[in-house]
C-alpha cells in the first residue's frame, strides 16, 4: 500500500540472489517518523519481532521466515539450522502464523545438503510473502462483498461504519492487510467508507499504524478510545466490525489483540455483525478451545504506566501516567469464543465460526 504516495512492503531483501541485508519498516518509530532497519543475520530479525519493530501476525511470521534464510546464509550446518529455528520460536508465544513459518521453512531446508540451504531458504521467504499478499487480496474480495451488501441497504453516498482494533492493516501483513483489506477493496470500488479505529492501549497500534495506513491511503477514518466502540453501536454508528486475529482454532475460537473480546460481546448485545478476517496460516489446526489452549503474551507493565509521544517541538518523550508504586498487568491478547464471532472471511470466502465451517472451506487441513 502507499507511504507518502509510494507503494511499499512491509519487508523485502536487498540486493540479488539472497546476497544483501532484508529491510523492514521499523513500526516503533511510526506514526511519527518512517524509518527503515537493515536485519543482516538471525539476530536481527529474532529482535526486530521480540521488539516490535516488526508485529502483526503474518508480517512476524515472514520475518522469522528471513531470519532463517540470514541465519542459513551465514551457516547453513544443521546445528545452526536448528539454533536458528528454536531461537526464532521463542521471540513472542501467541501468533501462530510463526510457527507455521518456521515449520514450513524448516521441513523444507531439512533433506537439502547444506550449500544449497542459503538460496533455498530466501526463495521460501520471499514465497511466504508473496503468498501472504495474494491471501489478503482475497480476503479483501469476500469482505468487499459484506460492506457492499451494507452499503446497498444505506441511503445512497452515507459510508459504510467499520470498527476496527489494533492494527489488522497492511503494516501487520506484507500488503493490503487482513482486516483493512475490504475497506481498502471498497475504496477502490467507489463505495464510500469510513473507519472507527480503536486506539489500542497500551501499544496504540490503531492510533498509530491503522490511522497512519488509512491516513496515507485517504480513507476517511476517525481515532477513538477502546471504551467508545459500545456507546457508538448502542447508537447505531457501527455497520461491521472487522478484526484480524492472531490465532484461530479449528473450532473458529479467536485469539487477538487485547480488548477485542469486550468488542464482541458489545457487537453480539447490539446485533451489529461481528467479522474476523485471516488468512488460513492463522489456524491453529492443532487445538479446540482457544480460552484454555492459547498462550497468551504478557508483557511488560511499563507499557501500561508510561506512553511515549511526540511534543509540539518534534522530540519523542514518554511519560508516566500512573503512580510510580502502582504495578501495572498487561496481557497483549485475549480470546473471543466462536459464539460471538459472525463470520471468519478467509482467502477462501466467508466461513461460520465453527468446527464444520472451518472444515467446509479448508478440508485438506481440517
Ligand atoms: O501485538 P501485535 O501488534 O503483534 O498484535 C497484532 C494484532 O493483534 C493483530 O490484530 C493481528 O496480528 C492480526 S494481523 C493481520
Known amino acids: 500500500m502507499l507511504i507518502e504516495g509510494r507503494h511499499h512492503r512491509t519487508i523485502w531483501p536487498l540486493g540479488e540472489g539472497g546476497q544483501g541485508p532484508v529491510r523492514i519498516i521499523d513500526q516503533t518509530r511510526l506514526p511519527h517518523d518512517l524509518a527503515f532497519v537493515d536485519l543482516e543475520g538471525l539476530e536481527d530479525a529474532a529482535v526486530a519481532i521480540e521488539t516490535m519493530q516488526v508485529r502483526g501476525a503474518p508480517l512476524i511470521g515472514a520475518t522469522a521466515a528471513y531470519g532463517v534464510a540470514l541465519a542459513v546464509r551465514a551457516d547453513p550446518s544443521d546445528a545452526a539450522l536448528e539454533a536458528a529455528l528454536a531461537r526464532l520460536l521463542r521471540t513472542r508465544p501467541t501468533a501462530v502464523n510463526l510457527r507455521w513459518a518456521l515449520e514450513r521453512v524448516g521441513n523444507a531446508l531439512r533433506p537439502l545438503p547444506p550449500e544449497r540451504r542459503g538460496a533455498r531458504a530466501f526463495a521460501l521467504a520471499a514465497a511466504v510473502c508473496d503468498e501472504d499478499v495474494a491471501i489478503c487480496r482475497a480476503i479483501g474480495d469476500h469482505g468487499l462483498a459484506l460492506i457492499a451488501a451494507i452499503a446497498a441497504e444505506k441511503p ?3 459510508p459504510v ?6 492494527n489488522a492493516g497492511w503494516l501487520a501483513t506484507i500488503d493490503w492487510g487482513t482486516a483493512t483489506a475490504p475497506v481498502y477493496r471498497a475504496q477502490e470500488a467507489g463505495i464510500p467508507v469510513h473507519v472507527w479505529v480503536d486506539e489500542t492501549r497500551p501499544r496504540s497500534q490503531g492510533a498509530a499504524l491503522t490511522a497512519y495506513e ?7 477514518h476517525t481515532v477513538i478510545v477502546d471504551n467508545l466502540g459500545g456507546h457508538l453501536m448502542q447508537h447505531g454508528r457501527v455497520d461491521l466490525c472487522i478484526v484480524g486475529t492472531d490465532r484461530t482454532t479449528r473450532t473458529g475460537d479467536v485469539c487477538n489483540k487485547i480488548g477485542t473480546y ?4 458489545a457487537a453480539h448485545d447490539n446485533g451489529v455483525p461481528f467479522y474476523v478476517a ?11 478451545d482457544g480460552v484454555r489452549e492459547i498462550p497468551i503474551e504478557e508483557r511488560s507493565g511499563d507499557e501500561v504506566s508510561w506512553v511515549a509521544g511526540r511534543t509540539d517541538d518534534g522530540r519523542i518523550e514518554r511519560v508516566r501516567v500512573t503512580p510510580a ?3 501495572a498487568l498487561n496481557y497483549g491478547f485475549d480470546v473471543t469464543p466462536a459464539r460471538l464471532v459472525t463470520g471468519l472471511v478467509t482467502e477462501r470466502g466467508v466461513a461460520p465460526a465453527s468446527a464444520e465451517g472451518l ?5 485438506e487441513a481440517a
Do not use: Y
Open 156 to 158: 445512497k453516498g452515507e
Open 161 to 166: 461504519n467499520v470498527l476496527t482494533h489494533c
Open 214 to 220: 488509512l491516513a496515507e491511503q485517504g480513507v476517511p
Open 262 to 265: 469486550l468488542k464482541a460481546l
Open 278 to 288: 485471516l488468512p488460513s496460516t492463522t489456524i491453529d489446526w492443532r487445538i479446540g
Open 325 to 327: 508504586t502502582s504495578p
Open 359 to 363: 472444515a467446509g472451506l479448508f478440508p
